[in-house]
């Protein structure tokens, strides 16, 4: 879920956003993706879980609800709203390239603010030959020793190139919601230059993502890998697992 949840990386605010206007009715758009549907009332609900390495391990819990709240005309271009329960909110644009988001707001913000150009959630073609490429920041890897903490408020991290690819098309996986097959794994990959402590020096190391899409459902499970390659810093895995999804 790299584009829709709390850990989206900041975006280039624009001075000027036209008032949004929500559309009523309970509808779904014509093109509805099945493995990321956008139609009114959905609602998913995840068990998010970040297990910090050693020295001093422990594990971070929580629960995140993403609800999609139908279509909102957006300066003119037609939209779909998702906002999770933390108060942030997300505009979706669905065409025959497949699911992107074009804008987004968190609690603090007025108004939408515009992606510089449409993030790609899932492309409309899924074959193990297709690539495509967002921006993303470290969620959780962290300083020990420094301030600020986070790696995703140190500037050279800010806006780090993600490369995506359809990893398999043909996954079964188990969740609390319930058993699914036929889903699909995206995988994503982002090279970290960081210290690297063991050899005393700054090289690449893989920043991972995971996601799991399967048919009717949507996302059911994510996992970010940030590694810990100095003991100053602390990485280790983020896992979100969908707990129950509903519809109206």
Not at 205 to 218: D, K, R
């Amino acid at each position: 879920m790299r584009v829709l949840n709390n850990f989206s990386s900041a975006m280039a605010r624009i001075s000027v956003v036209a008032p949004l206007s929500l559309l009523a009715g309970c509808e779904k758009p014509a093109n509805d993706n099945p493995l990321f549907t956008l139609g009114e009332g959905r609602s998913w609900t995840y068990r998010i879980e970040i297990s910090y390495d050693a020295p001093e391990p422990y594990v971070d819990r929580s629960t995140i609800t993403m609800t999609n709240l139908g279509r909102v005309d957006l300066n003119g271009v037609e939209t779909w709203r998702r906002r999770s329960d933390y108060g942030n909110d997300y505009w979706l644009k669905i065409d025959d390239k497949g699911v992107h988001r074009i804008a987004s707001r968190t609690p603090n913000d007025k108004v939408a603010v515009l992606d510089s150009a449409p993030r790609t959630v899932l492309p409309a073609k899924l074959s193990k030959e297709e690539k495509w490429t967002t921006t993303t920041v470290p969620y959780f890897l962290k300083r020990r020793n420094e301030w600020p903490q986070e790696f995703k408020y140190v500037d050279r991290f800010r806006d780090l190139t993600m490369t995506y690819a359809v990893e398999a098309t043909d996954q079964k996986v188990s969740t609390p919601a319930g058993d699914y097959s036929g889903c699909v794994l995206i995988k994503g990959v982002t090279p970290l230059h960081i210290w690297h402590e063991r050899e005393m020096t700054y090289k690449e190391a893989p920043m991972v993502n995971l996601e799991w899409y399967c048919p009717n459902v949507g996302l059911v499970q994510l996992e970010r890998h940030e590694p810990t390659t100095a003991r100053f810093f602390q990485g280790g895995v983020m896992r979100m697992t969908l707990l129950r999804t509903k519809s109206l």
